[in-house]
């Protein structure tokens, strides 16, 4: 039972970092701080500290949900109030990029399930239900019924374009389901989904990153290599979404199929990892490349992606792999007290050199929903 103790350091971590950031949002740690995001001018800019954070350093980056996230793990596993309070102050934050709405993209998903999702189901927030319907609302309007896809980003090139990380959006529209007791939400998520299914995952479990649509007719154009080493590779953490994704649509929906595509996902995922089980940034990159380093966040999302694929198959199996990739995190990745960060090494993409090996925000959460996951607690999407 080592996770016991992984856990209990993580947590005892967290609650350290909570005292000094409170209701702030992070993103990744610098010079063994986590920095907060800059749209108050208070602190330098992460650009200015020559890092690459372009997609970032505004208050509607789809990272600016998990330190919520974060918050609402700690507030299961104590029950202090505080970290409640903290939660509820970020998410009122948030209020600014839902409210001038041309930041939103399909990552609402991410940002408003680990807030306002993660708050309703514990207090039944009305404030919160209100951010739930109205984000849910504006991924439903990203559905392009041509293609069955959702929009995945803003931009005038990227109209047709959607991405494996959409799958992890999901959630909200199932949920908005639920709460409204109108289906039209979660069939768009399965239109989704079997879109992905049939567009983004190949037969062996690998995945494409980023699929191009026609958005007229909805014919798929071509694919991308997106953050990952190249098109026909298979980027760790997306292979991670589809992992987690299709677990999370299965729990939604009950359907076989996803349940069978997170297995396939899962499979690849543990028979491509390097000798010291840690994976690098793509699957399928070649191991002497000098930029095929370590995706901590990639290992985190699996993890916590096989745990709810055990939960939900009642297989063991996934449950050991989970374990096996925390385990590799150990002696590799997991930092020490002059770190604030719980985990090292983590990479945004493969051809970013400015943007690897650094500690990230959101392989924290998924470390710290992991372990917590294999202690019975629910995960948080
Ligand atoms: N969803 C963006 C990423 O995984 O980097």
Redesign the pocket.
Known sequence: MMYKKWLENATNKMERAAARIGDNIPYQSFDGKYRYMNWDGATPPLWSLGMDMR?TESIGA?TNGFWGGILWLLYDKTGKEEYRTYAEGLEKRLDQPLESFTELSH?VG?MWMLTAGANYRRTSSKESLLRLLKTSSHLAGRFNPAGNFIRAQNGDDRIGRA?I?CM?NLPLLYFASELTGDPRFANVAAAHADTTLREFIRLDGSVFHVVNFDPKTGERVGALEG?GYSTESSWS??TG?AIYGFALSYLYTGKAEYLEASKRSAEFFMSHLPQDGVPRADLLAPLDDPACMIDS?AAAIAASGMVLLSKVSKEELWRNHALRLLEALQGTCVAGDDEEALLLHGN??YHRPLARDIPLI?GDFFYLEALMQLDGFSALF
């Open positions: 997609e789809w990552d991410f991405i990380d992890m953050q953490r997306g979404w966040s945004v993409g959101y």
